[in-house]
């Protein structure tokens, strides 16, 4: 084994405060970079974070080649599929989501229940239209959510840190910056959406970034966030072995608590809370605790195809309780900015 990352002794970077309790160590286990990585939990907000963490200056190296984001999109673009799926598909944007440039009054009743049917699932991949249809998606890796939004019919642009992945992403738009969100040069309330999925929690100052995204939103804009829930079912029945941890590349772990508070700190509002629980993740955080247990007979079993599957099963019936309970794997947020201008 290789030297770990060289780390530092930072307070929370939410309160500021420098006492803080010992809550998981665990090593990478989705990519191998070495060394065992700590979290704490602070004192004075209950903020949870990466302590020590990875230095600034390392943090690139916590990203390899082959990290997920970075490799070719598979952008959930809705327009596919019959004419007929397409009808109920552009019904359901027009009347759940905003796209009045869809409308189309000439649907059967057929159309209308399928569209209404879709637009839960339409809702998690495609943004409400908001004024003129200026978008941003923050740590847009190589655009697929970009790429969602221009065939929607959104203006793009594109912030994100991977040259490689940025790229890919030029595809889609050239504007895309490659670099740190804090020094990205778009004017000031420049976007009617704003998004950043899973990126919050990968970044040093997360009440910078954040104040930085409102910043960038029109009157009446919206800022969407996502990130893992450390307040949720699969934090609390894995702990260490929780596959959201992603250490030592999420230097924060927030519960909907704590990013309500880092939210409110950078002058945010959240205007609405969704939960998100997907069998994967719980699939893959229970072989990691059997291998941690010391049971890699049971955790290879658990993966091969037809226990997998029956466990996904049992899964995806009961998930939506963990959705009901507010104790999701993931927390989405909409947020509007506080200040007027
Ligand atoms: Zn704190």
Known sequence: MTAALPTVELPCAVCGRDDADPV????????????VYAVVRCRGCGFLYQRPRVRDEHLSACYPD???????????VPFKGSA???????????RGLGYHALRDDHVSILTRLRARRMLRRLRWSCPPWIG??????????????????????????????????????????????????LTAPFARARFDVV??????????????????MLDWLAPGGLLIIEVPNAGGLGAMLFGGAWAGLELPRHLSHFTPETLELVLRKAGGRIV???????????????????????????AHLSE??????VLKL?????????????????????VVGNRRM
């Open 24 to 35: 998981w160590a665990t090593p990478d286990r989705a990519f191998a970079v070495p060394g």
């Open 66 to 76: 082959h990290y997920p984001r970075h490799q070719e999109p598979s952008p959930r």
């Open 84 to 94: 007929a799926r397409q009808r109920a598909v552009r019904w359901a944007l027009a």
């Open 132 to 181: 003129s249809g200026r978008y941003l998606d923050v740590g847009c890796g190589s655009g697929a959510a970009l790429a969602v939004a221009k065939a929607l019919g959104w203006r793009i642009a594109g912030i994100e840190m991977d040259a490689a992945a940025a790229a890919i992403a030029r595809r889609f738009t050239d504007e895309v910056h490659v670099g740190d969100v």
């Open 195 to 212: 998004t950043a999925f899973h990126v919050l929690e990968h970044v040093p100052d997360p009440v910078a970034v954040a104040r930085r």
């Open 272 to 298: 609405w809370t969704w939960h998100q629980a997907k069998p994967r993740s719980y699939l893959w955080s229970l072989s990691a605790l059997m291998r941690d247990r010391g049971w890699p007979a049971l």
């Open 304 to 309: 091969s195809r037809p226990i997998y599957g």
């Open 314 to 334: 049992g899964l995806e019936v009961s998930l939506p309780l963990a959705r009901l309970a507010r104790r999701g794997e993931a927390i989405r947020v909409g």
